[in-house]
């Protein structure tokens, strides 16, 4: 196999696949994003076609950003769905319409690199640790609440995969045994209770039944135009209804987040995501305190509880700290 | 330090320290208790006391089994309580009446022998790792449902302490935010809705209301009295309330356990403590399959959950596994 640059001294080239968009960067060693690019995913076309498009806009990013594929040290790519890690395939990805896809060896032919996969929110846990909040912190979780809510596990100095590669399902876990239940998870679990799609929900439902919000005026009443930059001005024009979900979602966030820190003793929880994004300076108090207050007593005395500063270049640095790491 | 003889060839001497009983047990490499002995730990005679009674029953356990304690490999000891491993100090065991206890220290120079020290519940996954269901597992939780409810972790071949040491407090994790509220823990947290303590809690309240149960005629009304081992014998003579409150408190089991699958992924559950020996046979089916629809798939699919064969030995081999573990 050729010999690649290292990826403590080369660039390397970042790619977050989502089921809507593909984002692509070169980053540079220290985490400094140097150029990107971006193409509609467009699902619908299917898998050979997504490959494809993948394929373009790594190449479009390192030309825009006067490179060429040998100068990298790697290809890291930031996935949605089930992986298997010891062949680099996508066993299932409902959003991308994948079922084994060999992503990992067809991106190493068309690139000619060396390319690393892993899920989004472990790569996001793997950025954390190497250029954001997590540095040098080796037992921390990094928690994305957005339109789920997931997890990347920190044991150790190392990403936990579990014995299937499928650990840190933190949102499929059961934290109201009588909640509402969720579709293809749990009744009452994390995802069901504080995801954006949950409040977006019981905040629909409010107002169908003629509850008063300022989202009437500014993002109207279904579900799905409930998004998290309008539940921040929401929250900012001091919105009752939303400020009361909000408030029960980061509650719910605090007690999960503190029975995991009963369970893992953590040094750090690091919070992400669309929503922590937006709403993340109202929500981390009332999250801290009814942390702390769930924890045991040695855990809430040291346990450091942040949100992420990698904003919304998350997933691309993620997928980005993926070379080179293990 | 003068050279002692490797776990691999040589006996061991495990102490199960215990709020009421202190057991000592020469241990061979195998796993096979030599012999035991027993003291009360008595601890209204405070701290220095049991110290002392702690050597006497390690004497008295090496002298009964005709071997010196110079032939020993080292001396386990599982202790309730929190423990600052930097320094093998008890920090705080309420029932023991301890603070700051140098335990092993005191061990060390009273026995002349290298001394390991660990809380119970974790002593027991290493046992389990060594010589019982999890040998040759790397990934497992093992579980421990008695009067409490606690939780050892093995991640990646290794015991899992978590940043202060704390880690596995499965018993105060939150599975119903709504649930009854439970002293020094959480609402709803696991200890309050499936240890031994809080079924016998909501037998005696339905006993007070006038349910009728076997319950009345072998143990009394009082749910102090309310052991394992009477809970089995109502069990298998099909008593109503005990068995629809052995259920509830094994689905309740099941969700918590499918909810930490979901965050770890591991291959292996152990279940063992007071009611898993007592009633394990009629729990395990309830419990494997709620915890398998609480599961993500992949999970649900792969993880073993199974009773514990070390049964009342666990705590006592847990203890002589901690020598040479690490």
């Not at 996935?79 to 062949?87: K, R, S």
């Not at 107002?207 to 001005?233: N, P």
Request: glycine letters at 12%.
């Amino acid at each position: 196999m050729t010999k690649h640059p290292s990826s403590d001294e080369s660039p390397v080239l970042g790619i977050d696949l989502g089921g809507t968009k593909i984002l692509a960067a070169i980053v540079d060693p220290g985490g400094k994003i140097v150029r990107t690019a971006k193409k509609k995913t467009r699902a619908e076309l299917g898998g050979e076609q997504i490959l494809d498009r993948i394929v373009d806009v790594a190449k479009e990013v390192t030309q825009k950003a006067d490179l060429s594929l040998d100068s990298l040290a790697g290809v890291g790519i930031g996935a949605p769905g089930q992986i298997d890690f010891e062949t680099g395939t996508i066993v299932y990805a409902p959003n991308l319409g994948w079922k084994n896809v060999a992503l990992v060896k067809h991106l190493r032919e068309a690139l000619g690199l060396p390319v690393a996969l892993d899920n989004d929110v472990n790569a996001v846990a793997v950025a954390e640790h190497r250029w954001g909040a997590a540095k040098g912190i080796d037992d921390f979780i990094a928690i994305s609440v957005g339109t789920g809510v997931g997890s990347g596990l920190f044991i150790g100095g190392k990403l936990h995969h579990g014995f299937n590669g499928t650990a840190g399902e933190i949102g499929h876990m059961i934290i109201d045994r009588d909640g509402p239940p969720w579709p293809a998870s749990n009744r009452g679990c994390l995802e069901a209770m504080a995801s954006r799609t949950a409040i977006a929900q019981r905040l629909e439902k409010a107002m169908a039944k003629g509850k008063k919000t300022i989202l009437t005026e500014i993002a109207g009443t279904k579900a799905s135009d409930i998004r998290s930059k309008v539940l921040r001005q929401a929250l900012e024009a001091k919105d009752r209804l939303v400020t009361k979900e909000i408030n029960r979602a980061s509650r719910i966030l605090g007690k999960m987040i503190g029975s995991v820190i009963n369970l893992l003793g953590p040094e750090m929880i690091v919070l992400g995501g669309g929503v922590m994004e937006a709403c993340g300076d109202h929500m981390l108090p009332i999250i801290d305190h009814v942390a702390r207050e769930t924890a045991i007593s040695s855990s809430a005395d040291h346990v450091k509880i942040v949100v992420s500063k990698l904003g919304d270049d998350a997933g691309i640095l993620g997928a980005a700290a993926l070379v080179g790491d293990g």
